[in-house]
């Protein structure tokens, strides 16, 4: 018998697949990508979805957050739940239609198995990522800005956590350049990480920074270097 899966089974079995279908991750954030990650993940089978964003689409996401639709009021995580089904009934998909903050982390991600970074401000990304060093759950982070775009794997007490790579990085209060075909190869990146991780087939970015030159066509896979007196993963 043929399945939706068959294509795929050629590179990580039926083993594989079970873990996709037994496994939980968390997507902080559902704008560009965001929309990229969850579809990926659906399509490829992973069992179960948490959505968080407190956001609604407007005109202006419609370049880049292609789960939208022109006129649509709904909440962002409503909107993509309902994509989420259509693309794969498997596929199961938990909302939470708000923004990630201190006080909700624990509730909205404590069952999730991996989680991955959709968002689009430093802020936010300190948050999840001291939820994640907290809580030990591997965070795959993916960020974009114009044509550049950069991909990690935090193993938590492992592998240097967001706040090691990102503590110089001020928060840009200025409007993102931003074009859908970057934003979806840099989340199309984040997904085949969790999806190397789920199946354990592939060799995964854990430790090491994706730099992609979008505008040049440059990339690079750098080492990343823990820093020990980081506030959130170092010795204090
Ligand atoms: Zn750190």
């Known amino acids: 018998m043929t399945s939706r899966?068959?294509?795929q089974k050629l590179i990580f079995g039926d083993e594989g697949q079970k873990k996709l279908s037994e496994a939980t991750v968390g997507i902080i954030g559902c704008g560009g990508l965001g929309s990229s990650v969850i579809t990926a993940l659906a399509s490829a089978g992973v069992g179960t979805l948490v959505l968080i964003d407190?956001?609604?689409?407007?005109?202006?996401?419609?370049?880049?957050?292609?789960?939208?639709?022109?006129?649509?009021k709904e909440s962002k995580v409503d909107i993509a739940s309902i994509w989420i089904r259509s693309l794969n009934p498997d596929c199961s998909v938990i909302c939470h239609p708000k923004d990630l903050d201190a006080d909700n982390a624990k509730e909205f991600l404590s069952r999730c198995d991996i989680l991955v970074d959709c968002l689009d401000s430093i802020p936010a990304?300190?948050?999840?990522?001291?939820?994640?060093?907290?809580?030990?759950?591997?965070l795959v982070h993916g960020g974009v800005c114009g044509y550049q775009g950069q991909v990690t794997v935090v193993v938590p007490n492992v592998t240097p956590c967001l706040e090691c790579i990102?503590?110089?990085v001020n928060n840009f209060n200025i409007l993102m350049p931003s074009v859908g075909a970057a934003v979806s190869e840099i989340g199309s990146a984040e997904a085949l990480e969790v999806i190397k991780l789920i199946t354990g087939v592939g060799e995964t970015l854990i430790g090491k920074l994706l730099v992609a030159d979008m505008e040049s066509n440059?990339?690079?896979?750098?080492e990343l270097q823990k820093d020990p007196t980081c506030r959130i993963c170092g010795i204090h």
């Open 5 to 7: 899966y068959d294509r």
């Open 54 to 72: 407190g956001d609604h689409p407007d005109i202006t996401n419609l370049n880049r957050q292609f789960v939208y639709r022109e006129g649509q």
């Open 125 to 138: 990304r300190k948050i999840l990522n001291k939820y994640s060093v907290d809580s030990n759950k591997i």
């Open 166 to 168: 990102l503590k110089t």
């Open 218 to 222: 440059f990339y690079e896979v750098v």
